[in-house]
């Protein structure tokens, strides 16, 4: 059994297919999966899929960095409105964070819509569903500034949330791991591809207690499957490549990184 912690199965890219999608993944052995949001279109495909597989999919809130438009305040109070309501499914605050790969036209907006978005998982005792690219130090800087002057906390522990994806160097992940204890590293296809060095840096700097499993589905299929949709029910491959690098059984790496997931997302339970 596990969890895919980061799903965008509410993508176009699972209209013809989607029972289909999450009937494999149940048989493969997911038990949950979380849907990151990432726009103001997303929300309500997400939350009506949600609604259709309670105690299964399990939904997020956030405004992507890569979509970040003109509007973004007013889309920010819309989605914050909707973390106000009482009994509001969101498990998280996510995908969010900052992503200057492509384009640095908005290198300030992220940086405010994110600390912003921070806020919202202190203000509203949620984890955070990180994304970022080519924006380390940036990265480190807003959430550290964002959670001073004290260390903030939810009920009485410090937050917690995921760096998605992950795929940096030893370095970085020390520091991410060192500076935010709350927080899991996600690990996902990446890790199966024949040029990554993803397995050396979590076999020497990275424990399995600090790791949970995703998907980012439709994207970043895992070996065999590179180049293919991805979808929940390929984590396996994931699974088996942690049990090499860690040198523990399957059932050992599925039991521990679920146990991860259930700890950083505690609305799950």
């Given at each position: 059994?596990?969890i895919d912690t ?11 297919d989607?029972?289909d ?5 149940r ?13 103001a ?8 899929l949600?609604?259709q597989h309670p105690?299964?999919l399990?939904p ?12 973004w305040?007013?889309?920010l109070d819309?989605m914050e409105?909707l973390?106000?309501?009482p009994?509001?499914?969101?498990i998280a605050?996510?995908?969010?964070g900052?992503d200057?790969?492509?384009d640095?036209?908005?290198?300030e907006?992220q ?6 978005q921070i806020?919202?998982a ?9 994304h970022?690219?080519?924006?380390h ?7 550290k500034?964002?959670l ?12 917690t949330?995921?760096?998605h ?9 020390e520091e991410?791991l060192?500076?935010f204890?709350?927080?899991?590293l996600?690990?996902?296809g990446v890790?199966t591809?024949k040029n990554s060095?993803l397995g050396?840096v ?5 424990p399995?207690s600090?790791?949970?499993?995703e998907?980012?589905?439709p994207y970043?299929?895992p070996a065999p499957h590179r180049g293919?949709?991805?979808?929940t029910?390929?984590i396996?491959?994931?699974i088996d490549?942690?049990s090499?690098?860690?040198g523990?059984s ?7 990184t679920t146990q991860?997931?259930?700890n950083t997302?505690p609305k799950?339970?």
């Open positions: 059994m596990y980061h799903s965008h199965l509410y993508d176009e890219a699972f209209d013809n989607r029972d999608v999450i009937s494999r993944a048989e493969a052995g997911a038990i949950k999966v979380f849907l990151p949001n990432i726009n279109a997303t929300v309500e495909p997400m939350l009506s949600a609604q105690g299964f399990y997020m809130i956030g405004l992507h960095p890569e979509d970040i438009g003109d509007d305040s007013t889309v819309e409105a973390l106000a309501a009994e509001h499914p969101f605050v996510g995908e969010v900052l200057y790969y492509w640095r036209s908005r290198y907006e940086q405010q819509v994110f600390a912003r806020e919202w202190v203000r509203y005792h949620l984890p955070l569903m990180i970022s690219r080519k924006a130090r940036e990265l480190v800087t807003v959430l500034n964002s001073n002057p004290q260390p903030s906390t939810l009920n009485s522990q410090p937050i949330g995921c760096f994806c992950f795929s940096g160097s030893e370095e970085v992940a991410l060192s500076t204890p709350g927080f899991m996600g690990i996902g890790l591809f060095h050396e979590l076999r020497n700097v990275v399995l600090r790791i949970i499993l998907t980012d589905a970043l299929a293919k949709r991805n979808e029910a390929f396996p491959s994931i490549r942690l090499d690098i860690y523990v399957a059932e050992e790496v599925a039991a521990e991860n997931a259930l997302f799950c339970q």
